[in-house]
């Protein structure tokens, strides 16, 4: 049995959300405690309780202490079957954040995945944008070989949610490792500004206006795409991603979403700011990827390398979680102002 104190380095879900795939994609019974417990709300949100249901549908496992708040957990997993898979948030509660706890265990299914979220949030706080999974994550788990698609049906925001999305996923058992220790060249730097029942306000206009002025004052062009969204008639909200790509293979993303009283000038900015810290430090991947990457490039065959702007609070915990459960080795060296991480992979 695995056992996992969920109050170890940052406390945060990314535990309960790493432990749980892990388990599932090993078949061994986990027990995590002290779920959340450095939170402000600890234990269990609704969010975090509907991507461990979901991960259990995926492998019909059998769980205890599935309930809002619980700060304890027994999760024993099967055989991950994998075909059509609903869920259903009932909050604000993250989207991208369900998605990035079952993705993992898909790679491993015995048949492809369609898993259909409801009532949740797509662009929230302290969590990955929709577009940022859609246009950043999926693309570098393909080159792993990890094929997947994601449709957005509905867009959702903080405070009701009610965001809709359906993600396909081809399973591939084995996952290929990545070679970014070389920044290169900038070959494509391009965006996708969103808002909801905004249009009147030009929300998605002005976002783009205002990240292109940052870029191009900072010597970098971009090509960002403008999209007025109708899909929530009962949830007004914006967003936007940018990435790029060089000729070497990094890949970057930066995001913000519109909250009440933030001018979308300053949300555009808030973007490009955060991209530019990326491309000027010439990291291979963003600081929110690098964390990301940690369960699939340990689960991957080879030596895997990339270079991150930062050691944030989530990617030492995702290193030593991945280190502890699975017994794959990590290097982590500061070059040249960047961190080097490395890895044999399982």
């Known amino acids: 049995m695995l056992k996992i104190d969920g109050s170890a ?19 061994e019974e986990l ?3 002290n779920i959340r417990k450095k939170r402000s709300r600890p234990g269990l949100r609704p969010q975090h309780l509907e991507a461990t249901l979901t991960a259990a549908k995926l492998c019909n496992a059998t769980i205890e ?30 989207i991208p954040m369900l998605l990035l706890t079952i993705l993992p265990i898909c790679a ?27 246009h950043v994550l999926l693309p570098m788990l393909t080159r792993m070989g990890l094929e997947s698609f994601l449709e957005i049906h509905t867009f959702g925001y903080y405070p009701k949610g009610m965001g809709e999305v359906t993600l396909r996923v081809q399973p591939c058992r084995k996952l290929s490792s990545i070679g970014l220790d070389v920044f290169g060249k900038l070959e494509r730097l391009q965006g996708l500004s969103c808002c909801t029942f905004l249009k009147e306000r030009r929300v998605a206009d002005r976002q783009a206006m205002a990240a292109r ?14 999209m007025y969204d109708e899909s929530n008639p009962l949830q007004k909200g914006s967003s936007i991603v940018l990435w790029a790509e060089t000729d070497k293979g990094a890949l970057l993303g930066g995001d913000a ?49 990339y270079l991150s702007r930062v050691m944030t609070e989530h990617l030492d915990t995702n290193i030593w979680l991945v280190q502890k459960i699975l017994g794959v080795e990590f290097t982590v060296k500061k070059m040249r102002g960047l961190y080097r991480i490395e890895t044999t992979g399982g």
């Open 213 to 226: 002025k940052y870029l191009e004052a900072r010597g970098f062009k971009a090509d960002i795409h403008v």
């Open 257 to 305: 979403i519109g909250e009440l009283r933030k001018p979308s000038e300053v949300v555009g900015q808030e973007a490009a700011r955060n991209l530019v810290k990326e491309l000027e430090a010439e990291a291979t991947v963003d600081v929110h990827l690098a964390d990301m990457l940690v369960p699939y490039v340990a689960l991957a065959e080879g030596n895997t390398v």
């Open 9 to 27: 380095k940052s406390g945060s879900g990314t535990i309960l959300r790493i432990s749980v795939a892990l388990a599932s994609i090993l078949r």
């Open 65 to 94: 202490g599935a309930t809002l708040g619980s700060k304890e957990l027994w999760f024993k997993p099967k055989q991950i079957v994998g075909g059509l898979v609903e869920a259903e948030i009932g909050t604000a509660g993250s």
């Open 31 to 33: 027990h995590i405690y």
């Open 108 to 134: 491993f299914a015995e048949r492809p995945v369609h898993i259909h979220v409801t009532q949740g949030g797509t662009d929230v706080r302290h969590a990955p944008t929709i577009h940022y999974l859609q």
